[in-house]
Structures are given as C-alpha cells and as structure tokens.
C-alpha cells in the first residue's frame, strides 16, 4: 500500500516561511520524480516544482521560482518544499506527488498525499 504524507503546513504572514514535509512508504521512490501542486479555492490544481529522482534537475513554478526550494532525501523516501517570502496568493492546499517521468501535468503522476493547508496572511 503505496502512502504519502505531507506536513508542515499552516498559517503563516506574508513574508514569513514554511517548511513542507512528505513522507513516502509503501515502497521506495529513489528512481521516481517527486513533485509539489497545489489547489486555491475555485481553481484548478497547478504545478508548483518537481525533483528529478537523483536531486540534480529540478524545475518550478515561474511565480515561485528564487522563493521556493524542492529537495529530497531518498534514503529517508522524503521530498521537502521550503518556501519563503510568502504571499497571499501562495494560499492553497499543497499535495506531494510521485511520477514514474519529470513534469508538470497532474496527469502524469502516479501517486498523491492527501494535502496539507497553506494560509498567507496579508
């Protein structure tokens, strides 16, 4: 039984930083790509970044890119989203995701957290 996990999130003033967490098991991802999406209220699910399987590509979100950083521990089957200079549009429902190839389409993921909240205040 494949799972994931995420934690970290919470409720944060623009500016501030967090620290998502996404725990894999049910079995090893050290070949697979790791991605991070998110989902606002009324919109539809987006790409945030994504991880290669061995950390040296990654590739982000053109409004996030130089606040956030993916990275992954695959010998703890882990993949991390540190975020800083939050801002209010950063507000959504994050969700780790595990994908056989690199993208950016939710489609071509295999597997997905259940979510963690992410609130920005202004």
């Known amino acids: 039984q494949v799972e994931l996990v995420e934690s970290g999130g919470g409720l944060v003033q623009a500016g501030g930083s967090l620290r998502l967490s996404c725990t894999a098991s049910?079995?090893?991802?050290?070949?697979?790509?790791m991605g991070w999406f998110r989902q606002a209220p009324g919109k539809e699910r987006e790409f945030v970044a994504h991880?290669?399987?061995?950390?040296?590509?990654?590739n982000y979100l053109d409004s996030v890119k130089g606040r956030f950083t993916i990275s992954k521990d695959n010998d703890r089957n882990m993949v991390y989203l540190q975020m800083n200079s939050l801002k209010p549009e950063d507000t959504a429902v994050y969700y780790c995701?595990?994908?056989?190839?690199?993208?950016?389409?939710?489609?071509?993921?295999?597997?997905w957290g259940q979510g963690t909240q992410v609130t920005v205040s202004s």
């Open positions: 995701a595990v994908s056989r190839f690199p993208g950016q389409s939710a489609m071509g993921y295999d597997y």
């Open positions: 991880i290669s399987w061995n950390g040296d590509s990654t």
């Open positions: 049910g079995r090893t991802f050290r070949t697979y790509t």
